[in-house]
T-cell receptor
């Protein structure tokens, strides 16, 4: 069965500093991978996705993620964090396709001044 | 972008009562919608797949008689928590991939409904 691990429950980053959120997945075939952001009162918003092709994926809001098959990882990065990036971030893998999703437990990002 | 709404955004009910949660796609049609449940500080867990015009498909361990799903139209799915108990208190989220082909790579999430059962 598919599973997703986000080892960091909380991360605090200074505004302007770089960010990397870790995600490891378990899946037998080529995975469909996603990163979502959840802000209070708003629905999950898709940051980026990987289905195939270039392993470095660009997303919205300046985020990118790199798929590394050898490490079963899909880490999310941003070179310079803004205070508005404070939110909960979820990594997900498509189960039996790309619509039914299995989510990780999330990483809460705190941005310090 | 496409919008998915949920109503109500929060609800408090007494134990033993039933609660209906609506999920609407406001500017697109969706043959399929998904219902998730999120416990505090935990991940979203897929509960069921709602299919327009047919029965919902429930994930293993989810009681279909407890969580009734009706996908009455291409823009509306409802989740009814029957005879709710305090352990049903949670955050319920729906999502909808646009279209009727089942091939949409993108899906849109509602803002969630917080249910508190006293």
């Amino acid at each position: 069965a598919q599973s997703v691990t986000q080892p960091d429950i909380h991360i605090t980053v200074s505004e302007g500093a770089s960010l990397e959120l870790r995600c490891n997945y378990s899946y037998g075939a080529t995975p469909y991978l996603f990163w979502y952001v959840q802000s209070p009162g708003q629905g999950l918003q898709l940051l980026l996705k990987y289905f195939s092709g270039d392993t470095l994926v660009q997303g919205i809001k300046g985020f990118e993620a790199e798929f590394k098959r050898s490490q079963s990882s899909f880490n999310l990065r941003k070179p310079s964090v803004h205070w508005s990036d404070a939110a909960e971030y979820f990594c997900a893998v498509g189960a039996t396709g790309f619509q039914k999703l299995v989510f990780g437990t999330g990483t809460r990002l705190l941005v310090s001044p | 972008g496409a919008v998915v709404s949920q109503h109500p955004s929060w609800v408090i009910c007494k134990s033993g009562t039933s609660v209906k949660i609506e999920c609407r796609s406001l500017d697109f049609q969706a043959t399929t919608m998904f219902w998730y449940r999120q416990f505090p500080k935990q991940s979203l867990m897929l509960m069921a797949t709602s299919n327009e015009g047919s029965k919902a498909t429930y994930e293993q361990g989810v009681e279909k008689d407890k969580f009734l799903i009706n996908h009455a139209s291409l823009t509306l799915s409802t989740l009814t928590v029957t005879s709710a108990h305090p352990e049903d208190s949670s955050f319920y989220i729906c999502s909808a991939p646009p279209g009727t082909s089942g091939l949409s790579e993108t899906q849109y999430f509602g803002p969630g409904t917080r249910l508190l059962v006293l």
